[in-house]
């Protein structure tokens, strides 16, 4: 994730500021691109905080995964409110870095919620990650680390 994500500081859902080179290396990496204002992106965020929960927080071996949120809300104000309210314990790319919309133009995003599942290099796994999470739960995480060509013995 150094590529996309490099030289970049990510913060917590508390608003501590990380760096992104620190917490996203050897890890696959989901970019969740979602809006506290957006239905779908609402209904969606539970759920995604529950596979979360699974894969990383609650499991007996956490899964190298990492959740980036790109915020497409108005203001700093609702992206702050959508995190504390909605999200879990992922990671968010300040709302005032303009390399929020260059990561929208990169992977196409024209409408969300979209989990775009990506390589340490940036390249897509997948662009129908919240697909696959609505389909197969934290199953569909073995199809992305398959893929990620870095965990060749993760066997969650």
């Not at 024209?110 to 990650?129: C, F, M, Q, S, Y």
Request: proline share 6%; hydrophobic share 40%; glycine share 8%.
């Amino acid at each position: 994730m150094v590529d996309v994500l490099g030289g970049r500081r990510l913060v917590t859902r508390e608003g501590a500021p990380v760096e992104a080179e620190a917490v996203l290396q050897n890890k696959v990496v989901a970019l969740y691109f979602a809006a506290g204002r957006c239905a779908l992106s609402r209904d969606f965020t539970p759920l995604l905080r529950d596979v979360y929960a699974a894969l990383v927080g609650e499991a007996r071996r956490p899964a190298p995964f990492e959740v980036v949120f790109v915020s497409t809300d108005g203001s700093a104000r609702e992206m702050l409110d959508f995190m504390r309210e909605l999200h879990g314990p992922w990671l968010a790319l300040p709302f005032h870095d303009p390399y929020r919309h260059e990561l929208k133009k990169r992977y196409n995003i024209t409408a969300t919620p979209r989990l775009v599942v990506v390589k340490p290099n940036g390249e897509v796994i997948t662009h129908r990650g919240r697909t696959q999470i609505r389909e197969q739960g934290p199953a569909c995480f073995q199809s992305w680390v398959q893929v990620a060509d870095v965990f060749q013995n993760f066997s969650g």
